[in-house]
């Protein structure tokens, strides 16, 4: 059994086929599954179903697939983990982040993170929270920057870092301008502007908007960008829930059309970072989560 026959199997596992597996691997089909069925017969039992299309996973094989896992994270681990044993900041990290909080974030922490410790060789990805879990799980992603609340707890596990409040945004002719707190009844879903599908914020919004009032006048707008919502409001009317975080980017002749609830409704977001359980870039993660720690102390929000 050598580790290029488990990296084969987990990547056939991932992909569902031979062929998109070699292609992965940067290696021939005919050399991959003769390197599986190899596998197969060391172990005398058959880890994959090739019957099924796309290919899966017999009951044994997802045993198989989820050591191979771990044995192929701790092969390639062993430098890094010597020097977390010594508590030195380096190595490789791959930080996913969701496109809610990536564009109003990464560029207050990232720099300095990198500036204070140039031995770490880091890579970002803008993913939504189901890819994040999902590359957290299979140990293509080290850490997740995320909202709380969405991933699995029994795959992985989340620290809080703070909460992030909510805001009503509306648009210059609206009667709520200028209003100094409104509720969920102040909200008008039928003209509420969300982000799409796949976005945890959209959820969130929806949660929160349960008990909003309805007029029958339907924008019926979705997007994947808070940037293009917050103009459609600015120029088409209608009303969105910003993050904290995107206030300081509205202009400052609108900052009156950001509205805050009041206290009692508890309307945020957890930022937390994610991990997979059997996670063990310690050092790297206690530098990442004091950068991020020390950057909201520092940012001055609208509110």
């Known amino acids: 059994m050598t580790i290029v026959q488990l990296e084969y199997l987990v990547a056939v ?43 899966s996973l017999t009951v044994i094989g997802k045993v198989v697939v989820e050591m191979a896992r771990d044995a192929i994270s701790k092969f390639y681990s062993l430098p890094n ?23 109003y974030m990464l560029h207050l922490f990232i720099p300095k993170f990198m500036k204070k410790y140039p031995n770490v060789k880091l890579t970002i990805r803008e993913l939504f929270t189901r890819d994040i879990a999902s590359s957290l799980k299979r140990g293509v ?3 997740g920057l995320l909202a709380g609340g969405f991933v699995n707890p029994k795959e992985i596990e989340e620290e809080t870092l703070y909460k992030d409040k909510f805001f009503l945004y509306v648009s210059d002719n609206s009667p709520l301008r200028g209003k100094k707190v409104v509720t969920v009844k102040d909200i ?40 293009t919502i917050v103009r459609m409001v600015g120029t088409s009317g209608g009303m969105t829930i910003l993050p904290e975080m995107a206030t300081p980017f509205i202009r400052e002749d609108r900052r009156n059309c950001i509205l805050p609830f009041a206290k009692e409704i508890g309307a945020s977001r957890d930022i937390t970072l994610a991990v ?12 990442l989560k004091e950068e ?12």
């Open 81 to 103: 983990r010597v020097k977390e044993e010594q508590n030195e900041v380096a190595g490789e990290l791959c930080l996913a982040v969701i496109p809610t909080i990536a564009p």
């Open 292 to 303: 991020i720690i020390e950057m909201r102390k520092q940012q001055y929000f609208l509110i």
């Open 276 to 287: 997979a359980k059997n996670f063990y870039k310690k050092a790297i993660y206690k530098a």
């Open 141 to 143: 992603v080290d850490i």
């Open 13 to 55: 596992a991932d992909h569902g086929s031979f062929s998109l597996a070699s292609i992965h691997c940067c290696v021939t089909q005919p050399s991959l599954s003769t390197q599986i069925k190899n596998l197969e017969e060391e172990l005398g039992v058959v880890l994959i179903d090739r019957k099924d299309k796309p290919l």
């Open 188 to 227: 008008d879903i039928e003209n509420l502007l969300l982000l799409a599908d796949g976005h945890c914020l959209r959820s969130q919004v929806l949660d929160l908007c349960s008990n909003a009032n309805s007029s029958g006048k339907s924008m019926n707008f979705e997007s994947g960008s808070i940037e």
